[in-house]
């Protein structure tokens, strides 16, 4: 599975967009993106999934370049409950679903 | 609908002893899965199973062992606990039939210390 580098932490202010981005140089032609979040004393709870170019959902929006070494998550309006970790995870989930969550990246979601 | 169920919620286990994690899901979802969070080092995951009477080994598998009789259930077995094996234990389902790339929706936590 491709390896996965993304910022260890993020602070922001309550209103601000918040942008993750993910690196994932090896990614492979089946591979997806997935991010996750996970607040404290909690599984990960699943946010956007993607392939290539954009995808929104209700919670946020997920670029992926064209060459989709790299992918960033985008967080509208961030509120102090948005505080927790971020895990950007790449894989053909159906090769057995072996997922390499990482470190993730922390944000931080001041008043 | 309770999605994934785990038990105990938190258990303090003397070394050497025996202990099973119980996971159960009432998605009916074909695969799950079993991840140890240690702090600093994110999620490792344990075993999987990709449908019942399969199981696979993952990045830490060793002194665990799991098994999948239906699709429901999945324990996580510690034969002979050790103090490195104190960590945050969470359990996962997947639809993996669906198509694509599938979502894994996690259960709770357990949270083991080994004395």
């Known amino acids: 599975l491709a390896k996965t580098t993304q910022p260890i932490s993020m602070d922001s202010y309550e209103g601000q967009e918040v942008n993750i981005t993910c690196s994932h140089n090896n990614i492979a032609t089946n591979d997806y993106i997935t991010w996750y979040q996970q607040f404290p004393s909690q599984g990960p709870r699943f946010i956007i999934q993607g392939y290539k170019t954009k995808v929104t959902n209700e919670v946020a929006s997920l670029f992926i370049p064209a060459d989709r070494k790299s992918s960033t998550l985008s967080l509208p309006r961030v509120s102090l409950s948005d505080t927790a970790v971020y895990y950007c995870?790449?894989?053909?989930?159906?090769?057995?679903?072996?997922?390499?969550f990482g470190q993730g990246t922390e944000l931080s979601v001041k008043p | 609908i309770a999605g994934i169920t785990q038990a105990p919620t938190s258990q303090i286990l003397a070394a050497g002893r025996r202990m099973t994690l119980r996971c159960t899901q009432d998605m009916r979802h074909n695969a799950m899965y079993w991840y140890r969070q240690d702090l600093g080092l994110g999620l490792r995951l344990i075993h999987y199973?990709?449908?019942?009477?399969?199981?696979g080994k993952g990045e830490v598998p060793d002194g665990y062992s799991v098994s999948r009789a239906n699709t429901d259930d999945f324990p996580l077995t510690l034969a002979s606990a050790v103090p490195s094996q104190t960590s945050v234990y969470f359990c996962a389902s997947s639809d993996s039939t669906s198509g694509g790339a599938d979502t894994q929706y996690f259960g709770p936590g357990t949270r083991l210390t080994v004395l």
């Open positions: 199973s990709n449908t019942a009477g399969t199981t």
């Open positions: 995870l790449v894989g053909d989930y159906n090769q057995g679903g072996k997922l390499i």
